[in-house]
Each structure stands twice: as structure tokens, then as C-alpha cells.
């Protein structure tokens, strides 16, 4: 095998991807060309990645060749003799190297990259710096030389083309603002050229709090109020500022800068809320002062001095603070008063006078009274009104030289007390109407003769309930009267007197009676009266009208029941009865 195919260098492209592509061509000198050569090769790849041709010593690649996979092939071919089997010559070694194309595309280390950078950074402050990395070969061509540059995220940031690096490219970006960008970098390899391939990545950049806002009292004036026996250290009220930052940069106190209210008040920070908490710091009395006003401050605790001259981190309020009254009891002008009094005073001598007032503005009426568990021998007296201790015995040095005695003085307040009287159902049921009906002679048994109406109080009512047998639905306030049987006769009896009670069932039952008139009368058979006439009946008969009278009220006293009375009225709670008393 000549020497000039040893240690061939023999490129290919990774992607020339056909079969059988013919690569180089090996040949002895020992090949009289007679057909009793065979080439035999060895070594990486053979009878894989490559073929030999036994017979004219032509190498292909059998499959696709990736630079990427395996760039260098060292291969050995000799040629031996086809029926012998016997070596014609020493193996020659040689190498395939496969030469790069640009077929991998620039890849960044991460899909997405997270990175932050203070707001109000300066144009070109550092924020993070990607890399892609190309798998083609550095050292051939441009196919791994790679330039970045910035599909999305302009005019806020910019990269630099060789090396990556995300830098700021907008002065005075300010959080409170915007806080989030996403950035897509590209880098394409070729040096960038056209038909370079490239690959890209996303960054997403969140803009870092600085203390560039200070904190501001959303109200100019506060007004909280407290009763006057608020114990020293109580909270009185909150006050809140607002700071558009985050974080320690957000972070306030609180402070009292004057005001009347300096020396009654305290102001502490709340460091969870944020909030000032106003507290008590000496006793309030209504009575002395009512309304007291601080000048407070709030600031943040972290400045950042780069900041200062966007003016000062700190704002001022005022609160007022109104005291409200709470009733005290009285107060004596002293601690304790020490009398004397000559022992052979009589009874009924004043020894002195005790005084306390009612502090509270309202100055009720201080009354008087001694403790009598302190005078348990009645010794002494007080007025108790104006306070004077008199005494009720003759005092006795020699018994006891010192008489040590409470006085109480309780406050005589006012208070309104109403007192009304409750309504209870004093109204009886009326009969809305005097009542007169008719009945004919020729009627039948419950036949519905008269709608009785009456008012209850109050008229709200409804049917829950129907007493006796009848099934006749009632309306408000209605009672329905039929009659019990059949066949009246005018002659019997011209006339019934229905006595009707109606009661409630309210408490306590209240009533009211009436009389229902009802006349028999003769009709004809579509029940049209034709006449009542009792008169023209009692003359024929040859009686008085007195007389006649009487005997019908002995016949009605007789009858049992001729006449029903149907009712169950109900108003809300409460069941009202009719009776018919017969
Ligand atoms: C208190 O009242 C009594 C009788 O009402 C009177 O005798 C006495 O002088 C009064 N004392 C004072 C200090 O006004
Ligand atoms: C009453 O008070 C006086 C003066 O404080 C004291 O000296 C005396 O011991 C007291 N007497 C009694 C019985 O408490």
C-alpha cells in the first residue's frame, strides 16, 4: 500500500449522510489487478462505520458521520492473497479524521435565568451574565464563535455581544413602577452572520427595593379620643404612615415632636404593623383639660444617604386627642381631718365640717353620711348636706380621748327613667250594625239566612280553625247564620230573638251582645217574602200586641235551638266565639 494513503487525511461531512458514500480508495502494489487480491480493513469503525470493497479496496462510510460523536478514526487495511488467505504485504495504518460543519446550534447553560439589580441603578450596572456554548468546532471556522444579542428587553437592558453580560441601559428605573422585565437573549453562532444558527434564553430580571420613597401620613390631622380613667400606658390610637418601598426600606418610627399633649402622651412603633400606637403616659382628668394635640413624626429607619436629595424621609401629622368625662366619685378637700372639741361640749355643739365635691363637670350634689360602724355608740352627728359633725352625746376625755370616725359623701346623680303603660286588650268586639233578617215559612234546614258582621280590635284576622260541624268557609270578622231546620210558621211565632255573643280570646275576654231580629215571613217559592205582616195575623186573632208578645217569648224560651250560630274567627293568636244562647 502506497505511503501516501497512509495516515490519509480524509474529510468528510458529518452530514453527507448516504450509504456506501465513497471515501478513498486503498491500493497495493503488490494488485496485478488479476483478481487474487483481497483488501482486508481493521481497526475503529471497520465493517461498521466503514466498508471496504475486497476487491478494488474502495472504503466507503456505511451511515451518516457526526464530528460531534467521534472526530478522528485510526484504521488499518492490508491486502492479502485471495486463495492463500496469506498476507501480501505489512498492514498500513491510517487515520480518518472527520472535518466540522456548523450543524449544532449555540446553547445556553439554563432555559431561564432569574437576576436582580436595584432600581435607580446607573446606565450599564452589571445584572447578570448568560453563556451559550456551541458543541461545533472552536478551532474550525466561525461554527462555534457565538454573539449575543437582545431579542426583547430593549430600551430597559442591553448585552454585550462577545461576552454575554446583561447590563442596564435605561437611567431611573424605579421599582414602584415596574418591578419585572423578562429578557430574551439571543447568540448565534457564524460570529453572527447570516446563516449562522443560534439559540436563545430568558431572563428574568426583578428590579431590588432602595429606599427612594419616604414614608407619608395619608391625613394631615388625626382625632382619637379617650376616657379620662385610661391607666397610664393604655393605647389611646393608631396611626399609620404609608412608604411605597419594601422591606426594611418601608421600615418607620414613630416620634412626639411638641404639641400641648408632649407631657400626657407617649408615642411607641409597632414594629409588626408599622403602626404608632399612642399611649398614656401621665393620669388625664376631664375636668382639667379636654383636649390635647401632638405634632408627630414618622421616618424610616434604614435612609439611604445616596437618596437624601429627593427630600426628607420623614413626614408630620397632628392628633388630637379629645378626653371624654367618666363620673368619679366625690372628693374631700382633704386627706383627713383632725377636730377638737372640749370634753364638757354639750350634745348638739358643732365640732367641724367635712367637704367633698363631685369632680366630674356635671357637679351633682355631694350628700353626707358617718360610717356608723365607726361611731358604733352613736357619739356624733353630721348634716347631710352641708357636711357640719355636731355631736349627739356629752364627750368623756377620761373614757376615750380619741373618737376616730369615717365620714362618707356618696354623689346624688339623676337619671331619666320612663315608665310606660303597656296596652292590654281593653276593646271589646262591636257589631258593626243593629240586626234584623227574615226567615220564610217555607225555608230549609240549613239554609244560610244572614252574614253577621262585626269588628274585633284589631281587624287583622284570619280562619284557622272552624268550630262545630260546619264546613262553610268564613270571611274576616263574618259569622254565618243558618238555620237548623225547616218549616217556620208565622202563626206559631212571628218573630226570634237571637241573643249573640261575640268574645275574643284575647286577655282578658272581652264581649259584646247583640240581638238578631228574625221575622218569619210568608214567601213564595223562589223565597221572595210576600208578607210578615204580624200585625194583620195578631188582629185577626183578636189579641194584643202585648199580649201576643209575651206568649212568643214563653215559645221562644220553649224552642230548643231553632237557629245555629257558625264561627271560629281567628285574629293572629287569638280564636273568637260566637254563641247563639238560646
Ligand atoms: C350646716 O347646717 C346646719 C343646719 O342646717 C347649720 O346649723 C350649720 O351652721 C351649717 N353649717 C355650715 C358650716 O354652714
Ligand atoms: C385615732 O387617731 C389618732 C391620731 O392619728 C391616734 O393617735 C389614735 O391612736 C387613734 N385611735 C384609735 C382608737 O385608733
Known sequence: ???????????????????????CLLHSDMDKEDGSVKYVLTGDGAGTVFEIDENSGDIHATRRLDREEKALYTLSAKAVNKTSGQDLEKASEFIIKIHDINDNEPKFAKDTYMAGVSEMSNVGAFVIRVTATDADDEAYGNSAKLVYSILQGQPYFSVEPETGVIRTALPNMIRENREHYQVVIQAKDMAGQMGGLSGTTTVNITLLDVNNSPPRFPHSTYHLSTPESAGIGSPVGRIKAYDADVGENAEMWYSILDGDGQDMFNIITDSTSQEGVITVKKQLD??????????????????????????????????????????????????????????????????????????????????????????????????????????????????????????????????????????????????????????????????????????LVPLEAHITHLTLQSATALHYNTARILTRRGSFNRREMSSYLLPVVISDNDYPIQSSTSTLTVRVCACDSRGNVQTCSTEALLLSAGLSTGALVAILLCILILLSNPLTIYSALSKKHFIYHLYALM
Open 1 to 23: 500500500i502506497h505511503d501516501s494513503f497512509k495516515n490519509i487525511a480524509q474529510e468528510t461531512h458529518s452530514d453527507f449522510g448516504q450509504q456506501g458514500l465513497k471515501l
Open 286 to 455: 376631664y375636668e382639667s383639660k379636654r383636649l390635647y394635640s401632638l405634632r408627630v413624626q414618622v421616618t424610616n429607619t434604614h435612609i439611604d444617604r445616596r437618596f437624601e436629595q429627593l427630600g426628607p424621609f420623614s413626614d408630620t401629622a397632628i392628633v388630637r386627642i379629645t378626653i371624654t368625662d367618666v363620673d368619679e366619685p366625690p372628693v374631700f378637700s382633704r386627706a383627713l381631718y383632725i377636730f377638737e372639741v372640749d370634753e364638757d361640749t354639750p350634745a348638739g355643739s358643732s365640732v367641724g365640717t367635712v367637704s367633698a365635691r363631685d369632680p366630674d363637670t356635671i357637679n351633682h350634689l355631694v350628700k353626707y353620711t358617718i360610717d356608723r360602724h365607726t361611731d358604733l355608740e352613736r357619739l356624733f352627728n353630721i348634716d347631710s348636706n352641708n357636711g357640719t359633725i355636731s355631736t349627739l352625746q356629752g364627750l368623756d376625755r377620761e373614757t376615750s380621748k380619741w373618737h376616730n370616725i369615717s365620714v362618707l359623701a356618696t354623689e346624688l346623680s339623676k337619671v331619666p327613667v320612663f315608665i310606660k303603660v303597656r296596652d292590654v286588650n281593653d276593646n271589646a268586639p262591636e257589631f258593626a250594625m243593629y240586626y234584623e233578617t227574615f226567615v220564610c215559612e217555607n225555608v230549609k234546614a240549613g239554609q244560610s239566612l244572614f252574614l253577621l258582621q262585626f269588628h
